[in-house]
Nanobody, 129 residues
Framework: QVQLVESGGGSVQSGASLRLSCVAS????????MGWFRQAPGKEREFLAAIKWSGDFQHTADSVKGRLTISVDKSKYTVYLQMNSLSQEDTAVYFCAARKIRSVYTTIRDLEVGPYEYWGQGTQVTVSS
């Protein structure tokens, strides 16, 4: 079992930056890939970025590359999502997720689609103009 708790969301102005945090607990975190997703009202859940807990591989969605960055601090059991140049289009609930590594390699589709077995409760990000 893996438990995930997100924090760092809030209400900000356009152009601002936020760093979201996801504190993970449980066994065998080294055998998991961590991901960030978001879901805006009336829209489907959107993949943002993923990183192996070990930190040796990461992948970011083309739509947010260069503006959103995922990272992991294993000593703090925390995965981060740094978000810069926020706009109203970034308003959503942001979720942290964990996926078990199932084979010798993982495809981009695996990272973007999953399945991710564990999910946090979400943290709200609201951006106003």
């Amino acid at each position: 079992q893996v438990q995930l708790v997100e924090s760092g969301g809030g209400s900000v102005q356009s152009g601002a930056s936020l760093r979201l945090s996801c504190v993970a607990s449980g066994r065998f975190l080294e055998s998991h890939t961590m991901g960030w997703f978001r879901q805006a009202p009336g829209k489907e859940r959107e993949f943002l970025a993923a990183i192996k807990w070990s930190g040796d591989f990461q992948h970011t969605a083309d739509s947010v590359k260069g503006r959103l960055t995922i990272s992991v601090d294993k000593s703090k059991y925390t995965v981060y999502l740094q978000m810069n140049s926020l706009s109203q289009e970034d308003t959503a609930v942001y979720f942290c997720a964990a996926r078990k590594i199932r084979s010798v390699y993982t495809t981009i589709r695996d990272l973007e689609v999953g399945p991710y077995e564990y999910w946090g409760q979400g943290t709200q990000v609201t951006v106003s103009s």
